[in-house]
């Protein structure tokens, strides 16, 4: 039942952004030249996802969290302009995106192009709340003797890059720690991790 209402709300973003560009399914692109791509992302939370009567401000998650900027998704594709389309290509191209965890939808339709030898591919997203707080903490009758929370950002700026900062404490030392990674170094293949991590006695 959950993968189909969740095939169902897929469905739903694809038509929407379909009719906001005033485009149509092309149902036989085969072989035909793509003259565009064209990125439609979406925010986490749209007025669609509240739940009836809700009075609670969700949308201002929204005004937080930056959208994934719209190269991010494209640099996943492994079709561009000038291609002739190909489906096992298209595919993989999803199957990059799904790989996301910044993302909880990503599909790739067909639209017809401007003569019918051509078509334009619609990539449709929509971003996942990615900041995250952790926290676990150790009681001895009264006395904190155990404390630790991280806080991590996975898709910082809306462009795919991890910050995360640590903080621990135990009966003999504070430990302070901060994490940095792209995994694609200004766009390429290349990946980049920096970690620091220092104590300090509690006396």
Do not use: C
Not at 90 to 99: C, I
Not at 153 to 163: A, Y
């Amino acid at each position: 039942q959950k993968p189909q209402l969740f095939s169902q709300y897929e469905d739903q973003l694809i038509q929407a952004a379909l009719r906001q560009r005033g485009l149509t399914i092309d149902p036989t692109p085969a072989g035909k030249l793509i003259e565009e791509i064209i990125v439609s992302n979406h925010d986490i939370i749209m007025s669609g996802d509240l739940p009836l009567n809700s009075k609670l401000p969700w949308t201002l998650l929204n005004k937080v969290h930056v959208r994934t900027r719209d190269y991010i998704v494209a640099q996943e594709l492994l079709i561009a302009v000038g291609m002739r389309y190909q489906r096992d290509l298209v595919e993989e191209s999803e199957r990059n995106l799904r790989a996301m965890f910044i993302l909880s939808v990503a599909r790739i339709v067909v639209a017809k192009g401007s003569t019918s030898e051509r078509v334009r591919l619609l990539v449709v997203t929509k971003d996942r709340w990615t900041l995250r707080l952790n926290t676990t903490f150790l009681l001895d009758q009264t006395r904190l003797d155990q404390l630790a929370f991280s806080i991590a950002e996975s898709n910082l700026i809306g462009r795919n890059k991890q910050l995360s900062f640590e903080f621990s404490l135990d009966p003999g030392r504070f430990a302070l720690g901060a994490s940095y990674y792209d995994p694609r170094v200004w766009s390429s293949r290349h990946s980049f991790r920096l970690y620091g991590l220092a104590y300090l006695n509690r006396d």
